[in-house]
T-cell receptor, first 113, second 114 residues
Framework: GAGVSQSPRYKVTKRGQDVALRCDPI?????LYWYRQALGQGPEFLTY????????KSGLPNDRFSAERPEGSISTLTIQRTEQRDSAMYRC???????????FGSGTRLTVV | GQNIDQPTEMTATEGAIVQINCTYQ??????LFWYQQHAGEAPTFLSY????GLEEKGRFSSFLSRSKGYSYLLLKELQMKDSASYLC???????????????FGKGTKLSVKP
């Protein structure tokens, strides 16, 4: 697509529920990144993929968080048994690499009540 | 690991020039990025420096000194629409682009006053 698309834009869920956040990167972008951003802070790295391979998941806070990109395009970030502290803006970005920088999606605002 | 430091907030006047500084400590280095983020929106790419010196792009310029671990973003002829957060970022583990993820600073919130 023309840009990085994330869905849903907003998600309100009850504590203990599982949520799945979707990211559709720019066509042809090899790398896909997941970040979390708190208000007034910079994006905090969670995990990233080159094609379908998860290269680094060191930023995932705990084992309730997982991500996949099975066909090297669309990616899903899943949070199991959500907690209130998981409430944040979750951003996806994709990149051609080198000095081109990332293109970020509009994000998913997750609120756990 | 990487550590990035930039001022939290700055204020400047419309039409003026402002310089936003960023200092970093990295175990390896492969470039430095600047992003602009308007309130409620996604960060957008502004510039990438990998060599020392000044890169000019219209009203925005970015400077890098690798030996000092220092960069700045220079905004000229400030406009009200330049009010935003400006994020400094470096690749993790010394790899750039698709070979690694970016580590972002906390951002500098710039307010442009009439």
């Amino acid at each position: 697509g023309a840009g990085v698309s994330q869905s849903p834009r907003y998600k309100v869920t009850k504590r203990g529920q599982d949520v799945a956040l979707r990211c559709d990167p720019i066509s042809g972008h090899v790398s896909l990144y997941w970040y979390r951003q708190a208000l007034g802070q910079g994006p905090e790295f969670l995990t990233y993929f080159n094609y379908e391979a998860q290269q680094d998941k060191s930023g995932l806070p705990n084992d309730r968080f997982s991500a996949e990109r099975p066909e090297g395009s669309i990616s899903t970030l899943t949070i199991q048994r959500t907690e209130q502290r998981d409430s944040a803006m979750y951003r996806c970005a994709s990149s051609l690499g080198g000095g081109h920088g990332y293109t970020f999606g509009s994000g998913t605002r997750l609120t756990v009540v | 690991g990487q550590n990035i430091d930039q001022p939290t907030e700055m204020t400047a006047t419309e039409g003026a020039i402002v310089q936003i500084n960023c200092t970093y400590q990295t175990s390896g280095f492969n470039g430095l990025f600047w992003y602009q983020q308007h309130a409620g929106e996604a960060p957008t790419f502004l510039s990438y420096n990998v060599l020392d010196g000044l890169e000019e792009k219209g009203r925005f310029s970015s400077f890098l000194s690798r030996s000092k671990g220092y960069s700045y973003l220079l905004l000229k002829e400030l406009q009200m629409k330049d009010s935003a957060s400006y994020l400094c970022a470096v690749p993790d583990t010394g790899y750039g682009g698709s070979q690694g993820n970016l580590i972002f600073g906390k951002g500098t919130k710039l307010s442009v006053k009439p």
